[in-house]
C-alpha cells in the first residue's frame, strides 16, 4: 500500500518510522506547512509537500495517517478520505463532537476505514492487565480508578478551560471503556484554573451500562517533565493494577498476601519505550486495512470520547450527574 504521512513533527516522524517498518506499507509522501520538516521525515524514497491536496492527486496514496496539531485534524482527514484514502488519525479526532461525527459519517459513506489513535491499548502495561481481565482472573469487573499527571504542553495555549479534558484524558477515557463497558454517566469536578482559565485539575465519576463504576483523578503540573498515570480494575474475586503504561502489572487476588507480577520482557522484543504503543498501532491498522478488515479503534471511538467529555464540560456547569446515551 502507498502510504502518507500529514504533519511532520514529532509525531509525524514516529508515523513514518512505523510505515518503514510494515511489510504492507511503502511511505511515499509527506506533508508540513515547514517543506523542510516534511523533507526531513520524507528522507530519500519519499517525496515532500506543503499542501495536503496536492499531496493527494499526485501520489493517489491508499493510506494516509494524520500527525497534525489537535485542532488541525479535520481537514486533511476529509480530504483524504474523499480521495478514497484509509485513514489514520491522532487523538483527539477533532475538537468537537459536531466534527469528529462528520469525519466518521464521511469515512462511512465513502466506505474507508478510519482509526483514532488511541496508542495505550497497545502499550504492555494496557493490553496486559486488558488479557487478565478478559481471562476471568479478577471475576467481574466492579470499579477502575485512573491517576494521571503531566506538564501542561505548549500546543494547549489559548485552547480553552477544558483542554485537559481533550488533549489528556481522551486517552484514559476510552481506556475505561474498553475495561468497563460503554459509559451510562459522568460526574466532573475541576479546580485551580491557570491565568488563561484553564481548569489544570480535574476529577470524573462514570457510571457503566455493565453495573461498574470508575474515576479519573488528574492534572497539569507546570513544569512536569513527562505522563505519569496509573489504573487499578477492581473485581468480585481480586484486582489488577497497572504501573505507568509500559511498566509493571499485578495480578491481586482475594488474599492480600498472593500477588502475581508481570513485567515487559527486556530482552525478547517487547518495547518499554512509552511510544512503541504508537508504532504497534500503526501497524496494526496497516496490517488489518491490507486484510480489508476494521480497525480495533475506529473513528466512532473517537466520536464517543468526545461525546462522553461534552457530557463531562455539561456536568461541570450544571454541578449535576450528566447521563450519556
Not at 479535520?74 to 477533532?94: D, I, N, S, Y
Not at 497497572?242 to 502489572?249: A, F, G, L, S
Not at 480497525?295 to 456536568?315: F, H, N, Q
Request: contains cysteine; charged residues 20%; glycine residues 8%.
Amino acid at each position: 500500500m502507498r502510504v502518507a504521512v500529514i504533519g511532520s513533527g514529532f509525531i509525524g516522524k514516529r508515523h513514518a518510522d512505523a510505515i518503514r517498518q510494515s511489510p504492507h506499507a511503502e511511505l511515499v509522501a509527506t506533508c508540513d506547512i515547514d517543506l523542510a520538516r516534511a523533507e526531513a521525515v520524507a528522507g530519500s524514497n519519499a517525496r515532500a509537500y506543503t499542501d495536503t491536496a496536492t499531496l493527494l492527486a499526485t501520489e493517489k496514496p491508499d493510506v494516509v495517517t494524520i500527525a497534525t496539531p489537535d485542532h488541525l485534524h479535520v481537514e486533511p482527514t476529509l480530504l483524504a478520505l474523499r480521495a478514497g484514502c484509509h485513514v489514520f488519525c491522532e487523538k483527539p479526532l477533532a475538537m468537537t463532537l459536531e466534527e469528529a461525527t462528520l469525519m466518521s459519517v464521511t469515512a462511512d459513506e465513502c466506505r474507508r476505514f478510519l482509526a483514532v489513535d488511541y496508542n495505550r491499548r497497545y502499550s504492555f502495561g494496557y493490553s496486559k492487565a486488558h488479557q487478565l481481565v478478559q481471562e476471568g482472573r479478577i471475576g467481574e469487573v466492579t470499579h477502575a480508578v485512573f491517576r494521571v499527571t503531566d506538564g501542561i504542553p505548549p500546543f494547549v495555549k489559548g485552547r480553552g478551560a477544558y483542554a485537559f479534558l481533550f488533549s489528556m484524558l481522551t486517552h484514559h477515557i476510552d481506556l475505561l471503556r474498553w475495561f468497563c463497558g460503554e459509559v451510562t454517566s459522568v460526574y466532573t469536578l475541576q479546580s485551580r484554573p491557570d491565568s488563561e482559565g484553564k481548569f489544570l485539575d480535574t476529577v470524573l465519576s462514570f457510571e457503566f451500562a455493565s453495573g461498574a463504576i470508575g474515576s479519573i483523578v488528574g492534572g497539569w503540573r507546570e513544569g512536569q517533565t513527562r505522563t505519569i498515570e496509573g489504573l487499578e480494575v477492581g473485581g468480585t474475586l481480586g484486582a489488577v493494577s497497572i504501573e505507568d503504561v509500559q511498566k509493571r502489572v499485578r495480578l491481586h487476588s482475594l488474599s492480600p498476601d498472593s500477588v502475581e507480577e508481570y513485567q515487559s520482557d527486556y530482552f525478547w522484543g517487547i518495547q518499554t519505550e512509552f511510544y512503541h504503543s504508537l508504532d504497534s498501532h500503526v501497524l496494526s491498522f496497516l496490517e488489518r486495512v491490507q486484510r480489508g478488515e476494521p480497525p480495533l479503534v475506529t473513528g466512532w471511538d473517537g466520536v464517543r470520547g468526545l461525546e462522553i467529555v461534552a457530557a463531562a464540560i455539561e456536568s461541570h456547569g450544571s454541578g449535576c450527574k450528566v447521563p450519556v446515551a
